[in-house]
């Protein structure tokens, strides 16, 4: 998503381009080369952004173990472990994508996070970055 500051940033500079330099006259059909070089910028920054909310490298670990797991059983795992960089990496991604959180505990005591149909539990014993092996309720 693109942040409102960004999008009244670009509405600005762009209702700003038609405003008379010198006393031209508005609406004559030519930019100045310095408006048309904002114009490119502001046009490259939605880009970088839009690009940034595409991108999910926190992710993409635990994807990767969801879908190996699901090749291997033909259904998502209901559980995965992991530490605490990437639970709150995946919590981020949650907030910034304004996906529902659902939160909880196991029987363990230990924090639970619901992530595309595998429950995630946290693990803050284990090395911050560790992804466990996926596992079934069984």
Known sequence: MIDRRELLTLGGLLG??????????????????????DLVSALKAITTAITQEQSNGEILGVRKSQVDFL????????????????????YDWHVRMQQPLVLGRDTNG?????????????????????????????
Do not use: C, H
């Open 16 to 37: 700003g381009m038609g405003a008379p330099e010198n006393g031209a006259a508005v609406g004559t059909g030519q930019m100045s080369d310095k408006n048309v070089q």
């Open 71 to 90: 090749r291997a059983n033909s259904k998502f795992p209901d559980f995965v472990d992991v530490a605490i960089d990437v639970w709150l990496s995946i």
């Open 110 to 138: 230990r924090y639970t996070m619901v992530f595309n149909f595998t429950t995630l539990v946290l693990r803050p014993d284990a090395v911050p970055t560790f992804i466990g092996i996926p596992y079934d309720n069984r």
